[in-house]
């Protein structure tokens, strides 16, 4: 889920930035030190959308920049369990697919892909044996989280199924309301 979060924390603009606005320069400090970033209680932070409060700046010696005790607005993807998501098959394994949810991947074991005994084909994709339903790279999907997993902030690990009612490629779930 996307989120709005007001944060507070002392900034540093460096003397390069001197010559800009002071909000100009804090909220390009904010973006270099937040945007990007993994933290499992921010998740994965997007972007910095505005600075609401700046502080006096303070200048320590030996520095040369500036801190500012700031407020400020970012926007951040935290996935939820049982959330449902939709995104884009980026990777196809002989364990599962991989899937962009935007700024982050998670992970379809094979056996979470479809009901059906799916087998993994030279040409990186997953078919369904009695359905013959297939599933490849640059498929549209729906899944529902099912795993979060922030143990490790340099690479979250996000796990998704599709066996369920309404979820998995786009056409199937078509497929399934014209029914």
């Not at 932070?45 to 010696?61: A, R």
């Not at 998670?106 to 009695?130: A, N, P």
């Amino acid at each position: 889920m996307f989120y709005k979060i007001q944060a507070r924390d002392h900034i540093r603009v460096p003397p390069r930035l001197f010559g800009e606005k002071v909000k100009t320069a804090v909220l390009k400090a904010v973006k270099q030190k937040y945007e990007g970033t993994i933290d499992p209680n921010l998740g994965v932070v997007i972007d910095c959308t505005d600075v609401s409060e700046i502080g006096e700046g303070k200048i320590i010696p030996g520095d040369g920049a500036s801190y500012y005790e700031s407020t400020f607005e970012l926007l951040t993807f935290i996935p939820e369990l049982q959330e449902v998501v939709r995104g884009k098959i980026k990777d196809i394994a002989d364990f599962g697919a991989f899937i962009t949810l935007g700024p982050i991947d998670g992970m379809i074991h094979i056996s979470q892909t479809m009901d059906d005994f799916v087998s993994f084909s030279k040409e990186k994709t997953l078919q369904g044996r009695e359905s013959k339903r297939v599933l490849k790279v640059g498929d549209e999907c729906l899944a529902r989280v099912i795993a979060v997993s922030f143990k490790d902030v340099t690479n979250p690990k996000i796990g998704l199924t599709m066996r369920q009612n309404g979820l998995g490629k786009l056409e199937w779930v078509r497929e399934e309301e014209k029914k």
